[in-house]
């Protein structure tokens, strides 16, 4: 009887799954005070990831962010400069990129401190990939903040 009830149960849920809808995340990183003599490159240089509860709350938006890179490749001294819609996605970034490590552009070169400026644009799209990137492209065209 009970495995009955389990399948009859399964088979109420089936029709709720199969609705479920694609979402496309996109985050989009532009320097917003690019250096002509920059030292440091991001270590593995991965994709910053869109956060999994601001594509179920649908929250798109952007922050900008400051920090420096120490000498010995480190992110230090993090701070949001703006946070749009509200400060969570400056937290969120903020937390990522404090975790960043970078290595020397020339590995024969004193590598130096840098002070980098650096905008977050998170985008979403239930159409697909490139429509995402492209909204976040006009996005990042806009204020933030």
């Not at 952007?62 to 400069?81: P, Q, R």
């Not at 970034?93 to 070169?109: A, F, I, N």
């Amino acid at each position: 009887m009970k495995v009955i009830g389990l399948a009859a149960f399964a088979l109420l849920l089936v029709p709720q799954m199969s609705q479920a809808k694609n979402v496309y995340g996109e985050v989009l990183l532009t320097e917003v005070e690019p250096s002509t003599q920059k030292v440091w490159h991001r270590e593995g240089n991965k994709p910053h990831p869109y956060p999994i509860e601001f594509a179920q709350a649908k929250l798109q938006g952007c922050a900008v962010l400051s920090f420096d890179i120490s000498e010995e490749g480190h992110t230090e001294n993090v701070e949001v400069i703006s946070s749009v819609p509200n400060r969570h996605l400056g937290k969120n970034s903020r937390k990522e990129v404090k975790r960043w490590r970078w290595q020397p552009l020339d590995t024969e070169l004193q590598a130096t401190a840098e002070k980098r400026v650096l905008r977050i644009d998170y985008c979403l799209s239930d159409v697909s990939e490139e429509q995402s990137l492209a909204q976040c492209q006009r996005q990042a065209q806009l204020n933030c903040g």
